[in-house]
């Protein structure tokens, strides 16, 4: 698409809001699917038109206020089966969405377009539409210059705004533009003098990609060699000068600094700092005192910020997908879309050191490996503030360039990394240069969800953002997992002993009050200490050697002591004789005074000899070093443990006792722990991701039940969700669907002020699909339940019925076990041999890899994952013998993978996989629902429905799902928590014969049928 296209179809979309049948793009010549279609519609529909008073602090009509008159985002639940492209379908619309927005953003009054023009729903939000209501209730004289006259604060303040709009705008333009120049310097062009199409074709066809990519990071390279030529140039010009400092030269520095609002030199206008800067940091006019109206600036820098999208998965891959669907998409969507990926250290970004997920990468350039996040984030601030310097951070500039080049196209995790090392720039830091003016940013659930990461990464959120979490199901058990806080004996220990240094070299100076408040948190952490078994007068001293008796003794009386118990912070509390403290104050001082960071200079002196023996081992020893545990293997140097304490703290001012429960762990000698674990994932509904975006899209293929989900996230939209789930029951009752043609199922759709739900059917046919159930197997039952599953008869039908279908079934077959330790005990009862017949030779392993091509076990090394999917395929699609998977429900490869065509012909779900009903904290959290039982279903029917939808991938799809238990087809409320797509495909899965015979010559007829058919 040429500019000039685009041009004119983001001023369509700006005169009139986008729908999906203005979306002409997409990337497949017969159209979107009708569940697409309704999908993108739901999302674009669903997302609030903005206000036209910018300056309000959420600046969005959508939304509204909840119960108690607090403003909420609007949340979008918008269900679709996997394999729908959802992924394709949230990229196309939220694209075409961020394309209306912006172009209404910057340009909105250059074009013409007047708010009246636009209508109340879709007024303005440039940074120049501010309209006080001072303004709109000022009567008409009819005096012409009378009217014209504004108070000096009014007219400077518009003054302010429209030289404000000018700059940002500029600024806007002059990134757009040195973007669309780096394109151009990356585009490939044909130097030699054979210039036939059939030779050009065939070079586009082979070598395109990989020479665009060794292009880009010529590119990067030249662009970088340039920055370090001119910081060398800088450099030495200032060691010229610093013989001739004088009192005006620093006088005048001074003015500056205060001017650019930073220490050193300005920042070059033009440069790749300068074009990244964020909005609210554009300086103001040369002319404008900013002292003089300091009122003024503050209202200026609650100016909306430029449209971002923000979408968030729980795993890296499931991220770098979604980039891939981008890149599907024309130009300019699919190639000038600003993409940043936002990862930790340890995926790779930190190009000095090597963390251990991503070892492989490296084996030609070996570098100092860390066993833990961090390890590597201490190591790479230590090496920051060392007199020697990171080589991967010269400067700014530096990685601002990156960072700019990695603007230039749709760039995910494993591209910037790959563009970092090729450069020897630190492309983590260059992520964090570049989120300003990123479009989309895609980030995990546990650097969106936790409000400090958010403010460490600087990813701000505000009233136009729009947030996609895709895989939304999983999201209730991610945030409790980061709400939750642990506080270790060896971190509590510490942080007393810094709070002692620090009280006894500032006691003379202290007040009574601060006196008070520190005595009260010594006392507190003495309470920490003694819980978990700590002995708060021991001094650390080296480990001493002891008679054997004595150390007998010793372990007895340990062994007495370990235990893991359960309770409430109010038992806690008053276990510990600490019920009387008000901890609130004690944490606002905390705060307001930054004593974590304070204490952070007084380590105590054990830490420092452990820290001064490991910075002067040699990095051949730093890996078997760092092997020894230590103290400072949980106690690093740049993260103070006072803080952790202080996170610890704050859990325990949680409203209610149900939200949550203390863990306290003594069971391992050395690692005794406190445990705050989050039951009521609801505790962060006031969190700025539920209040303040535009809109939060929860998409996924198992929402459903929403009202137990949102119950967990925003209780007040539950009922909300209860009402859709109910109405779309009634319609559902009262409309009669087709089976045999899944893509005419209607979508549904409920609307309310800050609540809206969707949902749809699959994109594939029923006759592309075939259930069965397995109960039976030479007459032995499968009954996989725990007091059953691992008796040698149960684990020899298992493994007999999986044989057997491999023979029967072409291509791949991935088999899903509930857990990896009964994973571990089928495959040992397998190498073992048949039961009836002991003998080696006639083991069920041997028959598998005698049926197959390649039997694949699912790694526990998530590095691993991409090695082992490479060989499954491989195996899968070399011929018909096909390939076995064994996979584990909620695993790795249990959602975010893409099992097409050969690569899944059928899915054998093994057993259910409950979670453990014995673990108090599950039953803490079952007590907190109304109904225990559907929930406690829920999370295992879930986990189950996420599994059969990695088969079918698309519409020509087509696979067998075989459910191995006897549960399956007699539960009425397990059938009814199966997808409707797959019940519906086979009406009479329940009725029909399950034993293994019948549902092979089903299989046998399924396949049967010509593939043109299906």
């Not at 404008?288 to 968030?312: C, D, E, G, H, W």
């Not at 029951?729 to 669907?737: E, G, I, R, S, Y």
């Not at 050969?902 to 079952?926: I, N, T, W, Y």
Request: include cysteine; aromatic fraction near 6%.
């Amino acid at each position: 698409m040429s500019s000039s296209s685009s041009s004119s179809l983001t001023k369509r979309f700006l005169r009139s809001y986008p729908t999906a049948d203005d979306i002409d793009f997409f990337p497949f010549p017969s159209g979107p699917y009708p569940q697409q279609k309704a999908l993108m519609d739901a999302l674009l529909d669903g997302i609030p038109r903005s206000k036209s008073n910018i300056n309000d602090d959420h600046g969005s009509d959508g939304g509204g206020d909840d119960n108690y008159g607090r403003r909420r985002s609007r949340i979008l639940a918008l269900e679709s089966p996997t394999g729908t492209g959802k992924s394709l379908s949230l990229a196309c619309a939220s694209l075409v969405w961020l394309q209306h927005e912006e172009y209404r953003y910057y340009y909105q009054e250059e074009d013409g377009v007047t708010e009246k023009q636009q209508g109340s729903s879709t007024s303005s939000t440039s940074p120049t539409s501010v309209v006080t209501e001072k303004n709109k209730s000022t009567a008409k004289t009819g005096i012409d210059w009378l009217d014209d006259w504004k108070p000096s604060v009014e007219h400077e303040e518009e003054t302010l705004q429209q030289k404000r709009k000018q700059q940002i705008v500029e600024r806007h333009d002059r990134l757009v533009q040195t973007l669309d120049d780096l394109r151009d310097a990356y585009r490939l062009t044909n130097h030699n003098n054979n210039n036939h199409p059939t030779n050009i074709a065939k070079d586009d066809d082979t070598n395109r990609e990989h020479r665009h990519k060794q292009r880009r990071e010529n590119t990067i390279r030249q662009a970088l060699t340039r920055c370090r030529i001119n910081e060398r140039k800088y450099w030495k010009k200032q060691s010229k000068q610093k013989s001739k400092l004088l009192l005006q030269y620093e006088q005048e520095q001074q003015q500056q600094q205060e001017q650019t609002g930073k220490r050193g030199r300005s920042i070059p206008e033009g440069s790749a700092e300068w074009l990244l800067q964020p909005v609210t940091s554009i300086s103001q006019h040369e002319d404008y005192n900013p002292q003089s109206s300091t009122k003024i600036q503050q209202q200026v820098s609650l100016q909306q910020q430029p449209p971002q999208i923000i979408y968030a998965a729980r795993t890296h891959s499931q991220l770098s997908q979604f980039v891939q669907e981008i890149k599907k998409l024309p130009p300019p969507f699919g190639t000038k879309v600003r993409v940043v990926a936002l990862a930790s250290r340890s995926q790779g970004l930190c190009g000095q050191f090597v963390s251990p997920y991503h070892h492989q990468h490296h084996q030609q350039h070996p570098k100092q490996q860390y066993t833990s996040d961090t390890q590597l984030t201490e190591a790479c601030l230590e090496l920051r503030k060392s007199s020697s310097k990171c080589p991967h951070y010269l400067n700014q500039e530096t990685i601002a360039t990156l960072a700019l080049h990695s603007l230039t196209e749709p760039t995910d995790v494993e591209e910037m990394a790959s563009l970092g090392s090729s450069s020897k720039t630190c492309a983590y830091y260059a992520t964090r240069q570049a989120l300003p003016q990123a479009q989309l940013v895609v980030v995990p659930y546990n650097l969106l969800c936790n409000k400090p990461s958010r403010k460490a990464l600087g990813l701000t959120l505000h009233n136009n953002t729009l947030i996609l979490i895709d895989e939304a199901h999983n999201l209730p058990q991610a945030i409790a997992s980061m709400q939750s806080a642990t506080l270790t004996l060896t971190s509590t220990m510490t942080s007393l002993e810094q709070l002692q240094l620090y009280l006894t070299k500032y006691m003379d100076k202290l007040s009574a009050h601060h006196l008070q408040l520190l005595g009260q948190l010594k006392q507190l952490i003495h309470g920490l200490i003694v819980s978990m078994g700590g002995n708060i007068n021991k001094k650390r001293t080296k480990p001493q050697t002891m008679p054997p008796f004595q150390q007998q003794q010793q372990q007895q009386q340990q062994q007495q002591q370990q235990c893991r118990s359960l309770m409430t912070c109010s038992q806690f509390l008053v276990s510990q004789g600490l019920e009387t403290i008000n901890i609130f104050p004690l944490l606002r001082y905390m705060k307001d005074s930054k004593l974590s960071q304070k204490l952070l200079g007084f380590l105590p002196k054990s830490i420092d000899d452990s820290n001064s023996k490991t910075n002067d081992v040699a990095p051949s020893q730093a890996t078997t070093t760092q092997k020894i545990p230590s103290i400072n293997s949980t106690v690093g140097t740049h993260i103070s443990p006072m803080s952790i304490v202080e996170t610890f703290l704050e859990k325990l001012t949680y409203s209610s006792d149900t939200d949550g429960q203390i863990v306290i762990d003594t069971t391992t000698q050395g690692k005794e722990k406190l445990e705050f674990c989050v039951l009521n994932p609801a505790v962060q509904a006031e969190d700025d991701l539920w209040t303040v975006p535009r809109a939060v899209c929860l998409v996924g293929g198992t929402l459903q039940p929403l009202g137990v989900m949102m119950q967990e996230l925003i209780p007040s939209a539950a009922s909300r969700a209860i009402d859709a789930e109910r109405t779309w029951q009634q319609q559902k009752a009262a409309v009669t669907l087709n089976p045999n043609n899944n893509r005419s199922n209607p979508y549904q759709l409920y609307k309310s002020d800050n609540f809206w739900a969707f949902t749809c059917g699959h994109v594939v046919d029923s006759s592309h699909v075939l259930l069965q159930t397995v109960t039976r197997v030479d007459g032995t039952v499968v009954d996989v339940r725990h007091k059953t599953r691992s008796t040698p008869a149960v684990c020899d039908a298992i493994g007999k019925a999986v044989v057997r279908l491999c023979q029967h079934v072409p291509h791949g077959v991935v088999v899903f076990l509930p857990s990896y330790k009964y994973e571990q005990i089928l495959v040992e009862a397998w190498q073992r041999g048949s039961s009836s017949k002991n003998n080696s030779n006639n083991s069920i392993w041997k028959q598998l890899h005698s049926v197959t091509n390649a039997v694949i076990r699912e790694p526990k090394d998530a590095s691993q994952v991409e090695s082992t999917l490479n060989r499954y395929s491989k195996a899968a699609k070399s011929s018909s013998r096909g390939a076995l998977l064994l996979s584990v429900v909620g695993g790795k490869l249990s959602e975010g993978i893409n099992f097409a065509n050969e690569l899944c012909r059928c899915v054998v779900v093994v057993g259910m996989p409950f979670a453990d009903k014995s673990d108090p904290l599950l039953q803490e959290k079952l007590k907190l629902v109304s109904h225990p039982n559907d929930y406690y279903r829920s999370l295992c029917l879930r986990a189950i429905n996420q599994s059969v939808g990695r088969a079918i991938r698309h519409a020509n799809d087509y696979a067998s799902v075989v459910l191995m238990d006897v549960r399956y087809p007699v539960d009425d409320a397990i059938a009814r928590g199966l997808p409707s797509w797959l019940t519906e495909s086979t009406p009479g899965w329940r009725r029909q014969s399950s034993d293994l015979t019948s549902v092979l010559q089903r299989i046998d007829a399924f396949f049967a049928t010509p593939a043109t058919t299906k």
